[in-house]
């Protein structure tokens, strides 16, 4: 090939990347394209944590909707919370943009991890373009939340990459740092690490086990440091709960769908990254054990706790993020084991046109990408989303924070909204909804049902803050805008 030829190959293979860009950030932004506000509830509470921080300028800080001391996720988040503040701060950008806009671009860059993960072996833009097809769940969350997994993805192909290529102290370090990294933003994504890289690392340890060895201790090292730099009673609290979550038996969450998910994620996908299984380990060599192995781990994982219901639950729930994009690794590989089909010669001089018989395997290759972008897109456009508030909820809970003094300092209102209040206002709440309604919630909505006429409910509880679009009819009350009282 000369060197005209290899600057159109080079043309071609950067216009496609660019295109599975803007594919990614096109299906990361599906949730926003009409709603301008965050959408998942743990978007609004990481906003809450996020404008916390930025205003008492250290993460040792009061938890924003109750008060008192942050709970254990907060703990582990710490670091995601942190960068976004930092982010916020340096860079002036409203929080609103961030949310709707950056999820996008953080899942370019994922996209382009894997690119840079299989662009080795010549199958990179192709396995961009599966990676491309991660779905968002409100159960499982995924790429276009602004949430830590969806931050943590990119360093999944980064560090696999670095794992497969390079044996030197260097290569090591990184590691060492891409999993400090993830352990201080989620540290289950940094378990899904391991969970990958072990086959990989059990495969080196005949032929060549002092890079097992230095994989050991670059990603088992980060997690001893917390134990040295973490307070010693969160770091108990953590194995506590870890614990007890590996020995209960769980019911599977309604909001994880698996057969849903799998029908969204595509039949097309799945049988190419099939191919994939088969053509990687018909080709052998540890770096394509070790991937099919990582896929394999991950599976069992998943199918262990689907059947016996036993495991860590959000393991499960962030585990079939994890399993998707290994997938899309490996499907690449069989697409572009498509895409380079070549019929016998023998056989192409008797079809016609030669033109397009000599390029079977590229118009296949085409007509796959066809069918799974004709069904896919749709089916990430069906998938249902809740959005917590409006625009009148917004336009009301910036007013509050711009005009309501220091010394009214807890509200009561749709505990649904209560999240969205807080990450907006910066003031606590008397109750909110996370997961589900509670006895507490029920209780606040027939206060509010009630007219709001309770006015010792409201003092016993130091609430001096009442947000409903309900009839207020408690003389003790003050309407000081439209839905916004105060408890003279």
């Keep these: 090939m000369n060197s005209s030829s290899i600057r159109r190959v080079f043309k071609w293979e950067y216009l496609l990347l660019l295109l599975v860009m803007a594919l990614a950030f096109y299906i990361a932004y599906i ?7 965050p959408v998942h509830i743990d978007e609004w509470r990481s906003m809450a944590y996020f404008e916390t921080i930025s205003q008492s300028g250290t993460t040792d800080i009061v938890e924003p909707f109750y008060g008192g001391t942050p709970d254990l996720v907060y703990m582990a988040e710490m670091g995601f919370h942190l960068f976004w503040s930092m982010f916020h701060q340096i860079s002036g950008i409203s929080w609103l943009t961030i ?5 996008g671009i953080i899942f370019i860059i994922t996209v382009l991890s ?14 961009a373009l599966f990676t491309c097809l991660i779905i968002t769940t409100v159960g499982i969350l995924g790429p276009a939340f602004l949430v830590p997994v969806s931050l943590a993805l990119l360093f999944i192909p980064l560090t696999v990459f670095i794992a497969f290529n390079f044996k030197s102290v260097w290569s090591y370090l990184v590691i060492f740092l891409f999993t400090a990294f993830l352990v201080a933003i989620h540290a289950v994504t940094a378990v899904a690490v391991i969970i990958i890289l072990v086959p990989y690392i059990i495969l080196n340890l005949k032929g060549n086990i002092w890079h097992s060895l230095g994989l050991i201790l670059a990603l088992a090292l980060p997690f001893e440091l917390v134990g040295l730099i973490a307070p010693i009673s969160w770091v108990e609290g953590f194995e506590h709960h870890i614990i007890a979550e590996l020995f209960a038996p769980k019911i599977i969450p309604t909001e994880i769908d698996l057969p849903m998910i799998v029908s969204v994620y595509g039949i097309i996908p799945i049988l190419i990254a099939f191919l994939g299984v088969f053509l990687l380990a018909m080709k052998g060599g540890k770096k394509n054990y070790g991937l099919i192995l990582g896929l394999l781990a991950l599976l069992v994982m998943l199918v262990s706790y689907y059947t016996f219901h036993y495991g860590e639950t959000i393991l499960y729930g962030r585990g079939i993020l994890y399993m998707m994009l290994v997938l899309g690794v490996i499907a690449g590989y069989g697409l572009m084991r498509v895409r380079t089909l070549s019929l016998p010669e023998n056989l192409v001089a008797r079809l016609k046109p030669a033109f397009l018989t000599r390029r079977a395997g590229v118009i296949l290759c085409l007509v796959l990408i066809g069918l799974t972008l004709a069904t896919s897109i749709p089916l990430r456009h069906n998938i249902p989303y809740y959005y917590m508030i409006d625009e009148a909820d917004y336009e009301a809970f910036l007013w509050i924070r711009d005009n309501v003094g220091d ?15 807080t990450a907006v206002t910066v003031k606590q709440v008397y109750t909110k909804i996370h997961m589900g309604p509670t006895d507490v919630d029920f209780q606040v909505y027939g206060f509010l049902e009630d007219g709001c006429t309770d006015t010792s409910f409201l003092r016993e509880n130091d609430i001096s803050i009442v947000y409903t679009t309900l009839e207020c009819t408690n003389p003790d009350l003050v309407e000081v805008r439209e839905n916004v009282y105060l408890l003279d």
């Design 31 to 37: 949730p926003n394209i009409t709603y301008p506000y």
């Design 99 to 103: 949310f709707r806009y950056f999820p």
């Design 114 to 127: 894997v690119y840079i993960l299989a662009q080795r072996k010549n199958y990179g833009w192709e396995a």
């Design 407 to 421: 010394e009214y300092e807890k509200a009561i209102l749709d505990p649904w909204k209560a999240t969205p209040f």
